[in-house]
């Protein structure tokens, strides 16, 4: 357990320092993966919240928070109208970072709720929910790790009523940063109610190289996931029914700006495949 501790170290003190120019950074990448994850609603398979204009005036330029806004906006009067549009469908983002799972899935969803190990990825995560108009009601991130061995050192509001019954736990690029990926799943189910869905993604094998530079590298624990490594995850955590895992075509670059221009060989040797991966609980 010694070494989990020291990995969830190492993680927090690299992340805070990164917090603060993370988005700048991955700005393509995030803009990927969000395009990636509305693109594959029906494949996650949850119950969403339906936005009846949603895409109808939707600007691909336009800025990310503006269409969360206006998306919430469009929904809230959509309640007005119709108790049905008033059920909800949590998320709960776990390793949230600043938060791009839930950027990308609140048109869909009723509420988020970040978890992250690092205070101010957990700062600038409140910073653009504030920024979106969202109360804290809606999109909210607070410091925990789930990982913990002893779940009564969590914190008190970990442990609060309505931090259980979500629709869907997702953990974006998270996993090969875990010392012990099966207990975060675990984890994360128990939080899930009957039928929700545990959804991640993450790289799928690749060779030694990390794709991170200076500090970043002492955070990586897994060069990967195979789909059987995955599935069994899932299954041991209690959500393998209706396992799915789906590649993003054409892989991603990983690296912070490190490449020169024209530099085919270094940009494959950072390329990665990214995979989602989706399943049920029982």
Known sequence: MAADADSAHVNKSYFNDEATNYDSKHRK??????????????FIGVDWVSD???????????????????????????????DENRREVRLLD???????????????????????????MVAAYNA??????LSSTEMHAMIGDLT??????????????????FDIAAVGGGFHHFADPQLAATRL???LRPGGVLLIWDFLPHGGGHGHKHGAQHTVMHHGFSEGHIRSIFERAGAGQDFGLAVIGGGVIMGHGSLEE?????????????????????
């Open 148 to 165: 913990v061995p002893d779940t009564s050192d969590h914190p008190a509001e970990l442990s609060a009523p309505h931090m259980s019954n």
């Open 94 to 120: 776990y390793a949230c970072g600043t938060g791009m799972i839930s950027r990308a899935l609140a048109p869909y969803t009723t509420q988020c709720v970040g978890i992250d190990i690092s205070e101010n």
């Open 189 to 191: 189910v128990e939080r």
């Open 262 to 282: 024209g530099d085919h060989a270094g940009q494959e040797a950072l390329k990665r495949q990214v995979f989602f991966a989706r399943g049920t609980k029982a």
């Open 52 to 82: 009846d204009d949603e895409g109808d005036e939707s600007d691909e330029d336009e800025d990310e928070d503006e269409k969360v806004k206006e998306s919430r906006k469009r929904r809230k009067k959509g309640a007005e109208r119709s």
């Open 29 to 42: 990448l995030n803009e990927r993966l969000t395009r990636e994850l509305q693109a594959r609603l029906a």
């Open 128 to 133: 653009r929910a504030e920024n979106q108009g």
